[in-house]
């Protein structure tokens, strides 16, 4: 088995992105009052959220691993998530 790094792993990975539907939306009031905002940015190993100059959290839904890292840390009713709808979203190439 060749070693490869996690880039290298998350390199191989496909995503169908729908333009349409976005599968994260973000309560942006509940997320500045808990701090909910400033933990996802910081645990998503994806870097799917970002804080904006104007302190609100942005949401680039198209590089989401749907690991479920961000449900797992957000306070109650911060985020709402689903999975993208049949066809969307990241297929693993390797494991």
Known sequence: ???KSIPERLAGNVY????????IDINQELARSTG????LVKVCPAHVYSEKADGS???????????GTCLAVAAPGVLTWHYPR???GVTFREG
Do not use: Q, R
């Open 36 to 39: 909910s905002g400033k933990v």
């Open 1 to 3: 088995m060749i070693n």
């Open 86 to 88: 049949s066809g969307f």
């Open 57 to 67: 959290i942005g949401v680039e839904y198209a590089a989401c691993l749907e690991c």
């Open 16 to 23: 169908e992105i729908d333009e349409e539907e976005s599968h």
